[in-house]
């Protein structure tokens, strides 16, 4: 296993006129679980093929720890790769498509067996194993793919495109679990790509979010979510994600319309900013020792577990998530608190302070 280094690595698929991956410099740790994550189009396959050696990245090196892989072919590069859809070779046993990675390698026999039969255990499949493979649904041979991509302990990463997509979603949740079991047995390194952020935050000991063939930001789940340091992160993560209202800065203070609605903390030149709350951190009518923001509310979804309290500010949609059975009403004024350690201050986007 290896460090893989991306040192101003970018591509273009139309000779520079526009970047699908801007180039970018970027290391990803041996032996720990990334989640690649964004929306479709970003250029999270992109990079994944870049790593692979599918693609020629336009610009940049690539190396796998003091090695310069740039030029080296897929073939060269013990990479293991899942794709989206099944890749099996249909006539061919469950056991025999599981061993084939391990046999092409001259694994010794022993070794196969066991290999083999781990996995199948860990992702359910011993009772299939001597079954051919094409006669197993889509879902199945899906997992059959998955452990394929698994079954080699010795290899400098495993790359996963959107794995799951054709797998049931009820057993989804099963196979990301046992995905972590296997990654916690072989110690790989996994990168997973994905533009389903449950899938991401269940999965990852680190979300890498990507938007417009860039990374806007790296790190834990939990960092992704209570401190997100550009806005897109903030939209996409989340659910609802974050509130956005335009707000003001003067005299170090931080204004929505008319009313103040705390310091602005950072050395903030006065002006436009946007300022960021998690629909999970706003309160209404929770704050006694100021008046907070007037909002109208506009209506309310029982999620059951819990309420979505939809309001305007002027003419700015804030939603705060509140107990379930809140006792607001449609057309009623309340007032909006944001908590100084939760929300944040944006400027182009970036986030360049907090309340
Ligand atoms: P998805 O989840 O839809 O696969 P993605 O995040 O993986 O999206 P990419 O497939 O890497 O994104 O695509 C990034 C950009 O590059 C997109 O604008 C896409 O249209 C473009 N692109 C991808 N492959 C090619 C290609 N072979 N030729 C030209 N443009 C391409």
Redo the contacts with the bound molecule.
Sequence with gaps: MADIRLEGVGHS??GGRTW?LKPMTWTWQSSRAYALL??????????LNIISGLITPTVGRIFFDDRDVTDVPTAGRNIAQVFQFPVLYEEMSVYDNLAFPLRNRKYPAKDVDERVRQVARLLGLEDVLRRRSRRLDPGRQQIVSLGRGLVRSQVAAVLLD?PLTVVDPALKWTLRSKLKEIHRDTGHTLIY?T?DQTEALTFADEVVV?ND?AIVQAGEPAELFLSPAHEFVGHFIGSPGMNMLPAEIADGVVRVGESDVGLAEGDLPPGPVRIGVRPEFVLINGDRRSPGVAARVTGIDRMGAYDLVHTLVGEHTVTAKTEAGSPYTPESTEFLHFPADRTFLFRDQVRCGSL
Aim: charged share 15%.
């Design positions: 698929y139309d699908a964004g929306p479709s189009g970003c250029g999270k396959t992109t990079l959107e790509v533009h990507v063939g």
